[in-house]
């Protein structure tokens, strides 16, 4: 507990730094994943091909060089920055090309008669979209969606080494001090864990609300 009491101050500011990165990334990715979602079964050919070519590049190229191109990519052409803002950026377009394939399995659950019933009353696709199917598909996503923002959160360990202060990068901070560095790495796991648990309660609270609704 000595590791724990005595730099709880550092603990505390990467665990607020981690709950940040998270949040920020996870609303931006959910954003961009319904609408490359709505881009991928789109009638439209050029954003069908913009939505695969979207989830193919992003969901087959690692993490961490997806951060070395924001981090040292975008200020080659005069955009510049802070890293906070770089490090939600690749994750959360990173994270969005897993969040659109979630949404499109659950778009693919929708009979494709809603939609044509939706057309033949005159609506737009955007229309038939946005209060057609995907309300109907929101049902059978929020487990995969759950799954995926637990490894979003997990994924923002990799901020902090590109000067993001997160909770993973407390280790140097402390070890630095002389702590015990098998004890630091524990409560670091205690803090991601209960990260983790508290996405994977809400979305278990989601998904039994949706079950009734059913």
């Keep these: 507990m000595k590791t724990l009491t005595d730099n709880w101050s550092t603990y505390w500011e990467g665990f607020l730094g981690t709950l940040s990165l998270f949040a920020v990334s996870a609303v931006l990715s959910l954003v961009l994943g319904m609408v ?10 050029p954003l069908r091909a913009f939505g695969t ?10 993490l961490t060089l997806l951060f070395f191109i924001v981090v040292l990519g ?12 770089f490090a939600v950026l690749a994750l959360g377009c990173y994270t969005s090309a897993f969040v659109c394939e979630s949404m499109r ?6 009979p494709s008669g809603q939609g044509e019933a939706a057309r033949s009353l ?7 979209m946005g209060l ?21 959160a997990k994924n923002t360990a990799i901020a902090g080494s590109f000067s993001v202060t997160e909770l993973l990068g407390t280790y140097r901070t402390i070890n630095e001090l002389g702590y015990s560095i098998i ?6 796991a205690v803090g991601y864990l209960i990260i983790t648990l508290s996405i994977s309660a809400v979305f278990n609270l989601l998904e039994r609300r949706v079950a009734v609704s059913r």
Excluded: E
Aim: proline residues 8%.
């Design 122 to 128: 005159g609506m737009s696709f955007g229309q038939t």
């Design 36 to 45: 490359i979602a709505g881009f991928r079964v789109s009638p439209v050919r």
């Design 183 to 188: 004890w630091t790495f524990v409560w670091i």
């Design 74 to 85: 975008l200020p080659r052409f005069n955009i510049t920055l802070p890293f906070y803002t």
């Design 105 to 110: 399995s659950g778009i693919n659950t929708v």
């Design 132 to 152: 057609v199917v995907l309300p109907q598909a929101y049902r059978s996503v929020v487990a995969p969606l759950g799954s995926v923002m637990i490894a979003l």
């Design 53 to 62: 070519v979207w989830v193919t590049v992003l969901r087959n190229t690692p």
